[in-house]
């Protein structure tokens, strides 16, 4: 799976969009990109994936740059709860027996505050 | 979404214990179960690979004679932590694939906390 790069931090105010980046500049053309998140001491959870158009479900928005080389994920509208650890990952989606194993990185802390 | 329920969801147990820890799939048939642990402050490491009806394969440097792994259905793997010691104590979490999914989407169970004494 291809590596990708997070800031370790970032802080936003309630009610903004925050935008969350991610360089995967040695994706291949058939990975995906996933982003998760994980709020202090739960399981990871499924947030939104894309391959190569925007994708919008009612979570977030994802935004993946036409060289897929890098994404942004937006929460158009934080909230306190949205405070968590995300993760980017780039892997294959399904088939193959690596489909399920997901690298994860550090991902990237989102605080948001009042 | 897809359901999954991991139990317990914290234990503390004497060193030297074992401990079994459940993940199951309660909507759907999960073929495949993965296991992470996570330290403090850092992220989820993959430990296994759990597959219904087969030895589970784990990754590299995890001892398969200490955490044994049983995926004796296609909605419940556990997890057995065979004689813990505090350098044990961790954050285990699984997720399940769902069988024929192309969605590429993984659930994850809430987690288990295992602290050893």
């Known amino acids: 799976d291809a590596k990708t790069t997070q800031p370790p931090s970032m802080d936003c105010a309630e009610g903004r969009a925050a935008n969350l980046p991610c360089n995967h500049s040695?994706?291949?053309?058939?990975?995906?990109v996933y982003w998760y998140r994980q709020i202090h001491s739960q399981g990871p959870q499924y947030i939104i994936h894309g391959l190569k158009n925007n994708e919008t479900n009612e979570m977030a928005s994802l935004i993946i740059t036409e060289d897929r080389k890098s994404s942004t994920l937006i929460l158009p509208h934080a909230t306190l709860r949205d405070t968590a650890v995300y993760y980017c990952i780039v892997r294959l989606n399904a088939g193959g027996t690596s489909y399920g194993k997901l690298t994860f990185g550090q991902g990237t802390i989102l605080t948001v505050h009042p | 979404g897809a359901v999954v329920s991991q139990h317990p969801s914290w234990v503390i147990c004497k060193s030297g214990t074992s401990v079994k820890i459940e993940c199951r799939s309660l909507?759907?048939?999960?073929?495949?179960m993965f296991w992470y642990r996570q330290f403090p402050k850092q992220s989820l490491m993959l430990m296994a690979t759990?597959?219904?009806?087969?030895?589970?394969?784990?990754e590299q440097g995890v001892e398969k004679d200490k955490f044994l792994i049983n995926h004796a259905s296609l909605t419940l793997s556990t997890l057995t932590v065979t004689s813990a010691h505090p350098e044990d104590s961790s954050f285990y979490i699984c997720s399940a694939k769902t069988s024929g999914s192309n969605t590429g989407e993984l659930f994850f169970g809430e987690g288990s906390r295992l602290t050893v004494l």
């Open positions: 040695t994706i291949s053309g058939n990975e995906y």
């Open positions: 909507d759907f048939q999960a073929t495949t």
């Open positions: 759990s597959n219904e009806g087969s030895k589970a394969t784990y």
